[in-house]
């Protein structure tokens, strides 16, 4: 959905613990290496990475979606994986945006209807509005680029992984 840039999948795959995390890592410059590259491959992610999970943010992968958050769940050869993908770093600065763009159009709306169209050309009406539309911009935009990567992100970590997508009711409940 375009207004809500945040999308949970759960993935699973029959490789083990460590090679799930092997495969991540040689795609992420590791925040516990200082962020630098400790070998030759193509990275495409800064971020942290261990056996029970991963934080990573994409930094030159032009089709996967800018925030990713991971936890490996699952036993021996039946793994889970629970990807959150993210247009924001983190859902409290979606819900600033969200915050501001109401109270903007809260403020018009008051000055609107208390004084009718006259206040419409008021300094602090006009860049409450100003805010607002840029603010909404800015949002939309964010969720229209989420949006057209989500399909790839997917794929990327399905082929990364050997994963195949499945529901939240496939998962045993002992792992979630």
């Not at 993935?11 to 030759?40: M, P």
Request: aromatic letters at 14%; a negative charge; hydrophobic letters at 45%.
């Amino acid at each position: 959905m375009i207004l809500f840039p945040f999308r949970t999948v759960y993935l699973k795959t029959s490789k083990l613990r460590k090679e799930i995390v092997l495969s991540i890592k040689t795609n992420t410059y590791l925040s516990d290496a200082a962020y630098k590259k400790t070998d030759q491959n193509k990275t495409f992610f800064y971020g942290s990475v261990n056996d029970q999970g991963f934080i990573l943010q994409n930094v030159s992968h032009e089709k996967i979606t800018a925030f990713i958050e991971g936890n490996i769940l699952g036993v021996d050869e039946d793994m889970y994986i629970k990807f959150r993908f993210k247009g924001f770093r983190s859902l409290r600065i979606f819900l600033l945006i969200l915050m501001l763009i109401i109270g903007s159009l809260g403020f018009v709306g008051f000055h609107l209807w208390e004084r009718n169209l006259d206040s419409i050309t008021d300094i602090p009406v006009l860049f409450a509005l100003g805010l607002t539309l840029i603010l909404l911009f800015f949002s939309l935009n964010t969720g229209k680029i989420f949006m057209d990567k989500i399909k790839d992100t997917e794929e990327f970590f399905c082929d990364l992984l050997e994963a195949e997508e499945v529901g939240e009711k496939d998962i045993p409940g002992i792992f979630l």
